[in-house]
C-alpha cells in the first residue's frame, strides 16, 4: 500500500470509522488519521465516525469532534475502516458499503485478509496506529497527531510491556515524545486513572473471581443484576481481564459479562501459551494471540465449560513441546 495521502488521492469527501466499543488503540488510530487528513487536505471533508468514547478520554483534544450517530445518507469518495473488519464498525457500515473506495488497515490477526478495496494488514504490529503511523509523511506530523498516534501504541502494548512490543515500535514511540507533548500525563489520564465505581467493580470482580485447570486459568463472571446493582455499564469493566491476567501462575484470564438472557461478552487474555484469538475465532469472534474477545450464548458456566476446551487443549499441547 501506497503512503495515505496517495491513496485517498484527490478526494472531497472522506469517513474514517473504528470498531464498536473502541478502545485506546481504536481511538489513537482513528483520531490521529483524522487530524493528519485534516491538515493535509484542507479542501477536503473529513469526518470520523465512532461509538462514544470512555469517560477516561473525555479530555483529550478535539475528541468532541467524533460523530457518534450515522444517520445521515452519505456517499463518501474514500472510507477508511481502522483496528477492524467491516462486520465490527456498527452503523457506519452503510458507509463502507456505498463508499467509492475503501480502505482497511488493521492488525488484528482475525482480519488477515482485510476488508477493503485496499489493505493494509499486519497482524505482527503492536498496534492499528503503528500501522497509520508508518502510512504517514513524517514532516507532515504535528503535536496533536503524535499524541494520538502514542495513546494508542501505548494503550495496545501496555506501556511497552507486551510481547507484541518490537524494537521498531520503540523507534516510533521515541519519535513521538520528541514533538513534546506530556505523555506520562496523557496515559495517566486515558489508561491508569480509575473512577471509584470502576474501583468498586474491580475489586468485585478479583473478589468472586476463581481459578481452574490447576491454577492456570482464572475467571471472574459479572451479571446483569450485579451490573444493575452498580448501574454500571460496559465502559466501566475495561481493564477487569488485564489485572486477572497479571495473577501469578494464570496462563489465560476469562471475563465475561453478561448483555441478554443467556448471552455473554467473553474477553480473553494470556500471557505464553494460548492463543486467544484462535479460541475467541472459533466462537465467531477475534482479536490478537493475546487480545481476543467474542460474544457466547448459554448460562455463564455454558461458555466457561466451552473456553475452557480450547484453552486446557493448548495448554496440553505446549506441555508436549
Known sequence: MNKILEEVGP?????ITGHERPDGDCIGACMGLYLYLLKALPDASVDLYLEKPAPA????????EIKTACDADLCYDV???VDSAADRIGGARKYFDTAKKTINIDHHISNASGCGKINYINPKASSASELVYELMDEDRIDVQTARMIYMGIAHDTGVFSYSNTTPHTMEIAAKLISYGFDFSGLLNETLYEKTYLQTQILGRALLESFRFLDGKCIVSIMDQKTMNFY??????LEGIV??????????????????????????LRSNKKVDVAAVA??????GHVRAAGCTMRGTCYDCINNLALHIEKQLKETEKQ
Open 242 to 267: 488485564s489485572q486477572l491476567r497479571t495473577i501469578k501462575g494464570v496462563e489465560c484470564a476469562i471475563f465475561l459479562y453478561q448483555t441478554g438472557q443467556q448471552e455473554y461478552k467473553a474477553s
Open 11 to 15: 478526494s472531497d469527501t472522506i469517513a
Open 79 to 81: 472510507c477508511i475502516v
Open 231 to 236: 448501574q454500571a455499564g460496559p465502559k466501566d
Open 57 to 64: 478520554f473525555a479530555n483529550v483534544p478535539r475528541i468532541d
Open 281 to 286: 475465532s472459533y466462537f465467531g469472534g477475534g
